[in-house]
């Protein structure tokens, strides 16, 4: 019904640069939020960043300052540049998205499939 497809993900050299992408898609009302959570291995799973569709950002602070959250309301699709990357980094990064399916249901946690992310030299 609602769909989140991921993309970007790869293995990249620290210091290195990715951009993950999510879109959206399928029988959605509104989105109220998205954003990215990532799971290492051995690892609970965690926020990496959120955004509101007004706009309000949080990040972890182990990524502050290197990634930027950012969303396009009209593709419903959001997105995760990441500068400066760690081998801490390493991880699945997965897309959430809380949706309304019509106006009277509750918001629901949808997620993405998940895409590798791998810092190694």
């Known amino acids: 019904q609602v769909q989140l497809v991921e993309s970007g993900g790869g293995l990249v050299q620290p210091g290195g640069s990715l951009r993950l992408s999510c879109a959206a898609s399928g029988s959605i009302f509104s989105i109220n939020a998205m954003g990215w959570y990532r799971q290492a291995p051995g690892k609970q799973r965690e926020l990496v960043a959120h955004?509101?569709?007004?706009?309000?950002?949080n990040y972890a602070d182990s990524v502050k300052g290197r990634f930027t959250i950012s969303r396009d309301n009209a593709k419903n699709t959001v997105y995760l540049q990441m500068n400066s990357l760690k081998p801490e980094d390493t991880a699945v990064y997965y897309c959430?998205?809380?949706?309304?399916?019509?106006?009277?249901?509750?918001?629901?946690?949808?997620w993405g499939q998940g895409t590798q992310v791998t810092v190694s030299s």
């Open positions: 959430n998205c809380k949706v309304k399916i019509k106006i009277v249901t509750p918001l629901v946690d949808y």
């Open positions: 955004i509101t569709s007004g706009g309000i950002i």
